[in-house]
C-alpha cells in the first residue's frame, strides 16, 4: 500500500463530528493499491436494551487496515490453540467462535467503538484496491473514547455513560482509521470494490 499525503483542497467535505474521532490532526491521503481496507458490519436487530439497531450502509465511513484483523485472529488462534493443549477439560465452545469473541472484544477497544454505538458486529466488508486503484481518505490515529458514549447511535442519552465515565472506563484506540466518502469524485468508481457478501468475524 502506497500512500500520499494531499492538500485539504484534494479532500472531501467532512463534518466537524468525524474529525473529532480523531486523535490528532488527520491528514487527506491518496491510497493507492495493491491494498485492503476493511469496515465492520452489524445486521439489524434490538439489542438487550431495546433498542432497534439499523443495518450498518457496507460503503459508510470508517475503515482500518486488514492487516489489524489478520493479526489479531492469528493472535487469538495460537493463544487458545495452546491453552486447549493444556486445559484440564475441553472448551465448551469451538475454537473458531472464541477466536470471533477474542477478536470481537479487541477490535471494540482497538478502535474505540462505543459499546452504545453498536451491540456487536457480524462481520466485515473489503474495500480491496488493485494495483492501479486509488482512494482519497482522511486518515489518522482513532482518539480514545468512553467505553459508553453519551449518547447512542439515535442521539439518546445513555445513562450508562456517566457511572462508566467516573469509573474511568475507557477504550484506548490502538489503531489508524480511514474515513473515506464514497461519493466523492475521485472514489465514486471504487464502491464497486467492495465485496458483496458480509464475511463473518
Not at 84 to 102: C, E, G, W
Not at 143 to 153: I, R
Request: net charge positive; aromatic share 8%; with cysteine.
Amino acid at each position: 500500500m502506497k500512500t500520499t499525503v494531499l492538500p485539504d483542497a484534494q479532500g472531501f467535505p467532512t463534518p466537524d463530528w468525524v474529525r473529532q474521532t480523531f486523535a490528532g490532526t488527520p491528514t487527506f491521503q491518496q491510497i493507492e493499491g495493491p491494498a485492503r481496507l476493511v469496515r465492520l458490519i452489524q445486521q439489524a436487530k434490538v439489542n438487550r436494551e431495546g433498542e432497534t439497531l439499523d443495518p450498518s450502509d457496507p460503503a459508510g465511513r470508517f475503515w482500518f487496515e486488514e492487516r489489524v484483523l489478520t493479526q489479531l485472529r492469528a493472535q487469538a488462534a495460537r493463544s487458545l490453540t495452546q491453552q486447549s493443549r493444556t486445559a484440564s477439560q475441553p472448551f465448551v465452545r469451538s475454537i473458531q467462535s472464541l477466536i470471533s469473541m477474542y477478536v470481537m472484544h479487541c477490535l471494540r477497544d482497538d478502535l474505540a467503538i462505543c459499546k452504545n454505538w453498536t451491540e456487536d458486529f457480524d462481520g466485515y466488508v473489503t474495500l480491496a484496491l488493485a494495483p492501479k486503484d486509488a482512494v482519497v481518505a482522511l486518515v489518522g490515529r482513532i482518539k480514545s473514547q468512553p467505553y459508553y458514549s453519551p449518547t447512542n447511535s439515535r442521539g439518546t442519552p445513555d445513562p450508562r455513560y456517566d457511572l462508566a465515565a467516573k469509573e474511568g472506563v475507557t477504550l484506548l484506540a490502538r489503531e489508524d482509521q480511514y474515513v473515506i466518502d464514497f461519493n466523492a469524485p475521485a472514489n465514486h468508481a471504487m464502491k464497486a470494490r467492495i465485496s458483496k457478501q458480509v464475511t463473518p468475524l
